[in-house]
C-alpha cells in the first residue's frame, strides 16, 4: 500500500503552473498596539473554494473552472472579488491574544497584473486586529481548506517562524520575540519541505532520477550517479541560497531580458530528455555521463533555490533549514528510486536467471488488475486527454493508472522474453526510457517557448 501511494504520488506534475498548489506566505508584525499581518497567497484558490489541503493541482478541483476565470480577471475585477469573499474567509482565520479571540479586519488587497495566465499569479493581502493592554502572546492559524501558510514573525529577536499545514495552529508566539525554533526544529521542520518538493511535487526531478535508475539497476552506477547529482545540487542550492549566483540573474535580465530561473527551467527538461535518451543507446556509465549528470544536477540546485526563495529561509537558522530542506529532497529522491526498484525487481530477477517465473507472472498479473481498475475508477477524465493527449500530464490519477499499467505490461513481456539477451533492458529500461525522454523533449519545446515568447 505504502508502494503504491508512492507512485501515484510520483505522478503528480508540477510544473510552476497555474495550476500548481503552492504554499502562502504571512508576515506578522505587532505596531502601536495593532497585530497586522501581511500575506502574499494566490487569493484566485481561496475564492473559488478549492480545497488546498486536499489539492495538489487546481485542475483536479471541480472549481477548476471557476479558478481559470478568476486567473484572467484584472486586478481591479479581482480585488473587488476578494472583497466580497473576505467576510467567509475571515470566519476561517483563528487569532487569539493570551486565549482571548481576536476579529481580523481587511486593510488591503494588492493584486498582481495578469501577466501569463499559465503562470501562478501572487496577490498581497493585508488584515490586522486590535491587540488587547497588556497582550504577551498571540496563536495564528487558519482552515485547511486555505492550504499552507508559512508564518514569519517580524521585527523581533529570535523570532518565530513556523510552517502550519491542513489547519495546523501556531505555537504561542511571544509578541517580545524570542520563539525561534531551535536549530534541531528548524532542522526537522524544513525535511517534509523539501520531500514535498519531490514527492509530489516534483515530476520534473522525479523523472531525472527515474533516467538514472533505468541506465542499470545495479548498486554500483546508481550510487554514483545519484551521488554526482546530490553533489551538485547541493552546491548550487547552497551558493543560490546564500544569494551568490544573484549576479547572473542580473546578467541574463540585462543582457536577454529574462530571469535566469527562465532559462533553467527548460535546461533542467532538456536534462531529463538527455540522460534518458542515453539510456536508450548505450548499456551502461560512458566517460562522459557522470561530467553531464554532475553538470545537470548544478541546474537542477537553482531549480531547488527558486522553491526556497519562495519561503524565505530564516536568517538565524539558516543552515539548519538548508541542510534540513536538502535532507528531505534526498529522502524524496530515495523514496522515488526504492518504490521503483520494488516494481521492477521481479523481472530484473527473472531476467538474471532466478527461477522465479511463475511468481513474477502473477506478481505482475494482480499488478495488472489494480492498474486496470484505478483506470476504470478514472475513465470520466478519458474523452478529454483522447482528444489532447498532453492532458494526461495534467491529470494526476489518470496518469497513474496508465503508467502502473505501462511497468506492468513492460515488465509482463521482458518476463516471457526472458531467453532473449538484455529482455530487461530491452522491454522495459528502453520503452520507459523514451517516454520519459518524450516528457523532457516537449517541457523543453514548451518552456523554451515560454521563456521566448514571455507567453
Not at 510544473?15 to 504571512?26: F, L, Y
Not at 540585462?254 to 543507446?281: C, H, K, R, T, W
Request: hydrophobic share 55%; with cysteine; proline share 5%.
Amino acid at each position: 500500500m505504502l508502494s503504491s501511494a508512492l507512485l501515484i504520488w510520483f505522478t503528480t506534475l508540477s510544473t510552476a503552473q497555474a495550476h500548481e498548489v503552492v504554499p502562502s506566505i504571512g508576515d506578522m508584525r505587532a505596531v502601536d498596539g495593532e497585530l497586522t499581518f501581511e500575506i502574499r497567497a494566490n487569493i484566485e484558490s481561496f475564492i473559488a473554494g478549492i480545497n488546498l489541503t486536499e489539492t495538489a493541482d487546481t485542475n483536479e478541483s471541480d472549481q477548476a473552472e471557476t479558478y481559470d476565470a478568476l486567473r484572467a480577471l484584472s486586478p481591479a475585477e479581482l480585488a473587488m472579488r476578494f472583497e466580497a469573499f473576505w467576510p467567509q474567509m475571515a470566519q476561517g482565520i483563528t487569532l487569539t491574544a493570551d486565549g482571548a479571540p481576536l476579529a481580523p479586519t481587511l486593510t488591503s488587497v494588492n493584486v498582481g497584473p495578469v501577466g501569463d495566465v499559465g503562470v501562478v499569479r501572487f496577490s498581497t493581502i493585508e488584515f490586522s486586529a486590535p491587540l488587547p493592554d497588556g497582550a504577551e502572546n498571540v496563536q495564528m492559524g487558519w482552515a485547511p481548506e486555505f492550504g499552507v501558510l508559512v508564518l514569519r514573525q517580524m521585527d523581533v529577536p529570535a523570532p518565530y517562524d513556523g510552517y502550519l499545514v491542513a489547519g495546523a495552529l501556531s505555537d504561542q508566539i511571544a509578541l517580545a520575540g524570542g520563539g525561534q525554533a531551535t536549530w534541531w526544529e528548524t532542522f526537522a521542520n524544513y525535511i517534509p519541505v523539501g520531500f514535498d518538493h519531490i514527492v509530489p511535487k516534483g515530476l520534473d526531478h522525479i523523472l531525472f532520477v527515474l533516467g538514472l535508475f533505468f541506465l542499470a539497476a545495479r548498486f554500483r552506477p546508481l550510487i554514483l550517479q545519484v551521488s554526482l547529482f546530490t553533489l551538485a545540487h547541493t552546491i548550487t542550492l547552497a551558493a543560490a541560497a546564500l544569494g551568490y549566483t544573484g549576479f547572473v540573474d542580473d546578467f541574463t535580465q540585462a543582457s536577454f531580458g529574462i530571469a535566469f530561473i527562465d532559462i533553467v527551467e527548460p535546461l533542467i527538461a532538456l536534462s531529463i530528455a538527455y540522460v534518458a535518451i542515453e539510456n536508450i543507446f548505450t548499456k551502461g556509465i560512458s566517460p562522459w555521463r557522470p561530467f553531464v549528470i554532475f553538470i545537470f544536477g548544478l541546474l537542477h540546485g537553482l531549480g531547488f533555490a527558486s522553491v526556497l526563495a519562495e519561503f524565505g529561509l530564516p536568517e538565524e537558522t539558516f543552515v539548519a533549514a538548508l541542510i534540513g530542506f536538502n535532507v528531505g529532497v534526498e529522502v524524496g529522491q530515495l523514496a522515488v528510486i526504492s518504490v521503483m526498484f520494488f516494481f521492477v525487481w521481479q523481472a530484473l530477477r527473472i531476467d538474471r536467471g532466478e527461477n522465479e517465473v511463475s511468481r513474477g507472472l502473477s506478481l505482475y498479473g494482480v499488478f495488472l488488475m489494480i492498474g486496470a481498475v484505478l483506470l476504470v475508477l478514472d475513465s470520466a477524465e478519458i474523452p478529454a486527454v483522447l482528444a489532447d493527449p498532453i492532458l494526461i500530464l495534467d491529470t494526476p490519477a489518470l496518469l497513474f493508472a496508465v503508467t502502473f499499467i505501462a511497468m506492468a505490461v513492460l515488465c509482463l513481456v521482458s518476463i516471457m522474453l526472458r531467453n532473449q539477451l538484455d529482455a530487461y533492458r530491452r522491454f522495459v529500461a528502453v520503452p520507459a526510457s523514451v517516454v520519459i525522454a518524450a516528457i523532457g523533449l516537449y517541457w523543453f519545446i514548451e518552456r523554451s517557448y515560454g521563456t521566448i515568447t514571455g507567453a
